[in-house]
């Protein structure tokens, strides 16, 4: 699996009904859960390389080479949406909380550009909302 095999694959290969090796994984079995993730997030990482390696196939059509790394992209966006995900982080989240600064300006420290610039800018509001 680290190597990008799917987890059926690699049980057919070597002879192991699927449900055994999950239960196997659910039960920790000699430590196996923590093997068995080690070995996921390695096999995300194959994905990433295989996409590289789709992407430069003279062999496939177009169409085939997109779907292909579409789908091999979703997954990883799905299982690590972290570091693969296409999300636009717009809220915090415990890793990267949001900070929210507010200043009070003072205007008797603003110099005659940055006011005219100011008024200028209360104009536009007025005029815009009006419309």
């Avoid at 995300?44 to 996409?51: G, K, N, R, T």
């Avoid at 292909?68 to 990883?76: E, G, I, Q």
Wanted: charged residues 30%; hydrophobic residues 45%.
């Amino acid at each position: 699996m680290a190597e990008g095999t799917s987890l059926r694959e690699v049980c057919r290969d070597n002879g192991m009904p699927e449900s055994t090796f999950r239960q196997w994984i659910r039960d920790d079995r000699d430590g196996l859960a923590a093997r068995y993730q080690a070995a996921r997030v390695l096999q995300v990482e194959s994905w990433s390389d295989q996409i590289l390696e789709l992407a430069n196939r003279d062999d496939l059509e177009p169409n085939d080479k997109r779907v292909r790394v579409d789908a091999l992209k979703w997954l990883m966006s799905k299982l690590v949406p972290k570091k693969w995900g296409e999300r636009l982080l717009v809220a915090g989240d415990a890793d990267s909380p949001l900070h929210i600064l507010h200043k009070q300006a003072d205007l008797a420290a603003l110099t005659e550009a940055q006011l005219a610039g100011l008024e200028r800018f209360a104009k536009t509001m007025v005029i815009a909302k009006a419309e």
